[in-house]
């Protein structure tokens, strides 16, 4: 490779994903100014591993990059436990805008160091809504149902919080598991309808927006901080317009899902997003008082949603 350092970067999305899009442009973005000395390899579909074990490889410099969940991250440092926090944002104006804000996420993206990895950008992954084989309209619909969370204590707590039992299992298992009704349902954006196919076996999807998550690439802190300034600059506009990219790809792609579920028959329920609010909204403060470090940062994003939605 003309002694080129290769750059490995890990993610769990297919090639058609926005996730995949972004990087692609973080690729040519490197080597067009870069390409003498460098050559960016993107893998998808979790070809160099599931994403706990991206991170790890992350760590150890086995590869520079990969994207991670927030949820993942917060065993390496609870400061991510603020994404989790279901309605933290109320709206996605409010979410971008906060997201957007560096000096506020800065905080957040180097609290991973010590652990031998930071966040250099955010990846748009829309809302998160229930989906499930029956209609859930407001909470009391939830009540009884098994419905899949992501493995963290703090999914499992808003979970149980709506009224559901929390049933934390791996995305890849939740097709079979809805199928042979194991559990009910799950919550996610509306990609995973189409292109994990969850839209086949689940045919209600209701828009109660209670969380919004970004994604995180990470990236290996001993390798960024070996890049010369000049580099490192690069490497940062690089990330920037990753996110730029991604995020367009993911505006057009969701609009798109939203239009082959409906062809697979699932049916879009607008609840009244207050009775949803209302049963977790005790959690918010269980967990801000539960890890003082979210106090400052909550507080930062209480602020930007009353200046954007009044």
């Known amino acids: 490779n003309n002694g080129k350092k290769i750059i490995r970067i890990s993610h769990s999305q297919s090639s058609e994903h926005p996730d995949h ?32 074990k991206a991170i790890e490889l992350v760590q150890t410099g086995a590869i520079d990059f990969a994207v991670a969940s ?16 279901p309605y933290l944002f ?10 957007e804000n560096t000096e506020l996420m800065k905080s957040i993206y180097e609290s991973t160091k010590s652990s031998g990895f930071e966040t250099v950008t955010w990846l748009d992954a829309g809302t998160r809504n229930f989906y499930a084989t029956t209609p859930i309209n407001s909470p009391d619909d939830l009540k009884g149902k098994k419905m899949r969370v992501q493995a963290s204590p703090t999914n499992v707590k808003m979970m149980e919080a709506f009224g559901a ?51 995180m690439l990470i990236g290996n802190v001993k390798f960024l901080e070996g890049l010369s300034d000049e580099e490192r600059k690069i490497f ?67 602020k930007v949603n009353k200046e954007v939605d009044g």
Not at 80 to 85: H, R
Not at 244 to 269: C, H, L, N, P, Y
Request: aromatic share 10%; charged share 30%.
């Open 90 to 99: 109320t709206s996605t104006e409010s979410y971008h805008k906060v997201m």
């Open 236 to 302: 940062d506009e690089a990330a920037e317009e990753c996110t730029r990219v991604e995020r367009e790809s993911w505006d057009e792609q969701s609009v798109t899902a939203k239009k082959q579920a409906e062809e697979m028959g699932v049916t879009f329920i607008y609840p009244d997003i207050n009775l949803f609010k209302d049963k977790v909204k005790d959690l918010q403060q269980e967990i801000i008082d539960s890890n003082k470090k979210l106090k400052p940062i909550y507080d930062e994003i209480q």
């Open 70 to 85: 927030t949820g993942n991250l917060e065993t390496f440092d609870d400061i991510y436990q603020i994404f989790s926090m």
């Open 21 to 52: 899009i972004g990087l692609l442009a973080f690729e040519k973005y490197i080597e067009d100014r870069l390409g003498d000395k460098y050559d960016v390899q993107i893998y998808p579909n979790e070809l160099l591993g599931a994403s706990v």
């Open 165 to 215: 039992a929390a049933a934390p299992m791996n995305f890849g298992e939740v097709y079979t598991a809805i199928q042979q009704k194991v559990i009910d349902g799950a919550e996610n954006n509306e990609f995973a309808l189409t292109n994990n196919k969850h839209g086949e076996v689940a045919k209600y999807y209701t828009y109660d927006q209670h969380q919004m998550v970004p994604d």
